[in-house]
């Protein structure tokens, strides 16, 4: 299944972009249909995905206390990316999700093509890691 324009423009990241534009950033996403109760990332782990959330919804965690609800059109794993290469929190399903995967060679090639979008991504990373 290939990623849709519309599915990335539901993500901030993205809205600003135009079809023009979204298209390229589509091809360098996978589709991943995830069921209920999975964890997608895990706290400490090496994190070299980013995901934005196109259905369903996940919990975030950090030392078994939740720290916010995630659905369609939120985004994570840029901290792991952008950062130490670790992830800061677990994120788990909360319902069958469908998530676009961005492999860290492609997230790269984001970075490059896009700078605004990884402005947008710092400072999304900045103030998770500042627990705001």
Do not use: K
Not at 19 to 42: K, Q, R, Y
Not at 49 to 62: H, P
Not at 70 to 83: C, K, R, S, T
């Amino acid at each position: 299944m290939e990623v849709e324009a519309d599915q990335l423009r539901s993500c901030s990241l993205f809205a600003g972009l135009g079809h023009e534009e979204l298209e390229p950033i589509c091809d360098w996403f996978e589709v991943a249909d995830v069921s209920e109760g999975v964890t997608v990332a895990g706290e400490g782990a090496p994190g070299y995905s980013f995901f934005v959330i196109a259905q369903g919804n996940a919990v975030v965690s950090s030392d078994g206390q939740d720290l916010a609800t995630l659905g369609p059109g939120d985004f994570f794993g840029e901290v792991a990316i952008l950062g130490s290469g670790r992830r800061s929190a677990t994120v788990t399903t909360t319902t069958p999700a469908t998530l676009l995967v961005m492999f860290g060679t492609e997230f790269r090639r984001l970075q490059e093509a896009r700078p605004e979008v990884a402005a947008q991504l710092e400072t999304a990373m900045a103030q998770r890691l500042a627990g705001s």
